[in-house]
């Protein structure tokens, strides 16, 4: 008797799918990676360029009607108007402050965890540098506003 040889059956749809990503990780990274960029592009980056494009229009003084004629009377209103010369002044200031004391505390204490510290020690100090960046986040939001907090840190 003769036997006829017979072919193994088709691999399912999805372990060739799988197969096809575990030989082409590339791809697998792509696939993984196409929807949070999608979000980012589409709705994050879209509505700051919708936002962007809004603010060549300006305002009309006297109906407070908007005034679709590109310009940049906004921009020189906001820009060259004392009081708001003195908030840009104040937060540059601000910012420059708080690079600079962040770079006093973090540099040394990068150094030290990276050189000295064991594993342990960097675990506890890490978790200590957030809980402390949340208290002042925490402490600055809270600022100007009626709490019933006692203690901040």
Do not use: E
């Not at 008797?1 to 072919?7: E, F, I, K, L």
């Not at 402050?97 to 962040?102: H, K």
Request: glycine share 6%; hydrophobic share 50%.
């Amino acid at each position: 008797m003769a036997t006829v040889p017979s072919t193994p059956p088709q691999p399912s749809f999805l372990r060739r799918v799988g197969a096809f990503f575990f030989r082409h990780p590339n791809w697998s990274l792509v696939a993984l990676l196409i929807l949070p960029i999608f979000w980012l592009g589409v709705f994050y980056l879209g509505s700051l360029a919708a936002l962007l494009t809004q603010s060549f229009f300006r305002l009309d003084d006297f109906t407070g009607r908007i005034i679709r004629q590109f310009g940049l009377q906004t921009y020189q209103r906001q820009l060259f108007t004392p009081s708001n010369m003195d908030v840009i002044g104040r937060t540059l200031l601000m910012a420059i402050a708080v690079t600079i004391v962040s770079a006093i505390i973090a540099f040394p204490l990068a150094y030290y965890m990276a050189r000295y510290a064991s594993y342990l020690c960097v675990a506890y100090c890490i978790s200590q540098c957030c809980c402390l960046c949340g208290q002042a986040i925490s402490c600055v939001s809270t600022l100007g506003k009626s709490s019933s907090h006692k203690r901040v840190f």
